[in-house]
C-alpha cells in the first residue's frame, strides 16, 4: 500500500497555499526527525520531498496531492540550533500561522525522535492543533535505532502525547502501513469537514 502522492506546489505564506476542499494531513517535526525521508517512503517515491544531510533544507510549507479528496502537507522542521535566528523565528510564524489557521487542516502527523521522545514543543504543538478539535497522529521515528529491551521506555516516552504511538523506521518498513492507514481514513471520515464549515469553506 502506497500514498500516491503529487507535488503541488510551496508556500511560503498562508495567502500562497492552494484554493481547494481536500482534507489536509500535516507533517510536523524537529529538522533532524527524518521527516521528508518519511514522507518519500508513504509514497514509495525517493523523491518527492527532497531530502539532505544536512537538517533545516524545508522553508516552506509543501503541498502534495493524494487521490481526489486528501493532501499531504510537509511543514518546515523546527529546533535547527544552526540555522539563523531571523530564519528561525519565520518559519516558527509560518508553522503556527498554519497549524493555528489553515481551515483545511484535518490531522497532524507529530513526529518525534523514538530515543528522545516528544519535547516541549511537539507538545505545544499537539496541543494548538487539538484545541481546534483536530486529530493527533503521534509517531516515533527512527525505531529501528532502539534495541529491543529499550523498545517498551521508548514508548513510554510518548505518553504525554498519545495512548497509541505509531513506532515507525523507513529502513525496515516498520509502522509505515500503520501510518498509511490512519492518514487514508481522515480522508475516508471526512476529517476536517466540521472544520471546513465553521470557518465558512465551502
Not at 492552494?18 to 489536509?24: A, D, I, L
Not at 523523491?47 to 516552506?60: F, M, Q
Not at 503556527?96 to 507529530?110: C, F, K, N, S
Not at 505518553?159 to 481514513?185: E, T
Amino acid at each position: 500500500m502506497r500514498l500516491e502522492a503529487q507535488f503541488i506546489s510551496s508556500a511560503f505564506a498562508l495567502s500562497d497555499a492552494p484554493k481547494w476542499s481536500r482534507v489536509e494531513v500535516a507533517l510536523a517535526g524537529r529538522s533532524n526527525v527524518g521527516k521528508s525521508s518519511l514522507l518519500n517512503a508513504l509514497a514509495g517515491a525517493k523523491g518527492l520531498a527532497r531530502t539532505s544531510k544536512t537538517p533545516g533544507r524545508t522553508r516552506c510549507v509543501n503541498f502534495f496531492a493524494v487521490g481526489t479528496n486528501l493532501a499531504l502537507v510537509d511543514l518546515p522542521g523546527f529546533g535547527y540550533a544552526k540555522m539563523a535566528r531571523t530564519d528561525a523565528v519565520k518559519i516558527a510564524a509560518m508553522l503556527r500561522e498554519y497549524l493555528e489557521y489553515r481551515e483545511h487542516l484535518g490531522a497532524l502527523v507529530m513526529l518525534a525522535d523514538a530515543r528522545r521522545g516528544p519535547e516541549r514543543e511537539e507538545l505545544e504543538l499537539a496541543a494548538m492543533v487539538r484545541a481546534r478539535g483536530c486529530e493527533i497522529i503521534a509517531v516515533a521515528t527512527k525505531f529501528d535505532k532502539i534495541r529491543n529491551a529499550g523498545r517498551v521506555e521508548a514508548r513510554k516516552r510518548f505518553a504525554a502525547l498519545s495512548d497509541d504511538p505509531i513506532m515507525c523506521s523507513v529502513l525496515d518498513g516498520a509502522g509505515l502501513d500503520q501510518l498509511r492507514g490512519r492518514i487514508l481514513a481522515c480522508a475516508r471520515d471526512g476529517g476536517g469537514a466540521r472544520r471546513l464549515r465553521a470557518f465558512g469553506a465551502e
